[in-house]
Nanobody
């Protein structure tokens, strides 16, 4: 079994910063591409950023230049550094990853439970 656990969310003023983490644990042989999504109340889940297992990164336009995604493969952890936060960044942030199991070699997609980010003055 594999688990993804997000942390680092909280309440921050506009212009502030937060660093989210998503740690994968369990029967992991390899973690492939990792993605951050966010979902605001009453809205659809939106893709935010991705990092491949080759460390290539992509971002949605609204966070480019403000958010940075990175990964530490030794720790099976991905980070999302969020700077210059805006009111519209308020959402539950979730990570998503493809993971190959060390048990049988199968690859499955996993989701974390999410961490709340609230930007408010």
């Amino acid at each position: 079994q594999v688990q993804l656990v997000e942390s680092g969310g909280g309440l921050v003023q506009p212009g502030g910063s937060l660093r989210l983490s998503c740690a994968a644990s369990g029967n992991i042989l390899r973690v492939y591409d990792i993605h951050w999504y966010r979902q605001a109340p009453g809205k659809q889940r939106d893709w935010v950023a991705s990092v491949t297992d080759g460390d290539s990164t992509t971002y949605r336009d609204s966070v480019k230049g403000r958010f940075t995604i990175s990964r530490d493969n030794a720790k099976n952890t991905v980070y999302l550094q969020m700077n210059s936060l805006k009111l519209e960044d308020t959402a539950v942030y979730l990570c998503n990853a493809g993971v190959r199991s060390v048990v049988d070699g199968a690859i499955f997609e996993y989701w974390g439970q999410g961490t709340q980010v609230t930007v408010s003055s």
